[in-house]
């Protein structure tokens, strides 16, 4: 169900910042377990971050650790993931996702499925 907006991306020089938003006019967010993945031309989807509905704790793929992170405005029905630092491998469409069900333990748990997508937001990172 592609129900999710995001918006944000563009083109960055390496050491830029960027900051990727993920909305939707059709549930609360705020209940709602959210993914962010990203995918490269000829790559895997990879999960990079992931933050759950209640207790809010984000876990992240280790080579975003201490450069990218979640943060939730609840009164804009909104999610975002501000990514710093910003290296040309992270080139990649972003996309986010969400699931009223998953409850995320690690970074491994990032990886479950999600009822929720959007098409994604590119991010090219440049000099």
């Known amino acids: 169900h592609l129900q999710l907006v995001e918006s944000g991306g563009g083109l960055v020089q390496p050491g830029g910042s960027l900051k990727l938003s993920c909305t939707t006019s059709?549930?609360?967010?705020?209940?709602?377990?959210i993914g962010w993945f990203r995918q490269a031309p000829g790559k895997e989807r990879e999960a990079i971050a992931c933050?759950?509905?209640?207790?809010?704790?984000?876990y992240y793929l280790d080579s975003v650790k201490g450069r990218f992170t979640i943060s939730r405005d609840n009164a804009k029905n909104t999610v975002y993931l501000q990514m710093n630092s910003l290296k040309p491998d992270d080139t990649a469409n972003y996309y986010c996702a969400a699931d009223p069900r998953n409850y995320f333990t690690s970074y491994d748990d990032c990886n479950f499925s999600y009822d929720y997508w959007g098409r994604g937001t590119q991010v090219t990172v440049s000099s």
């Open positions: 933050a759950g509905g209640s207790d809010g704790s984000a």
């Open positions: 059709r549930f609360n967010l705020e209940d709602y377990a």
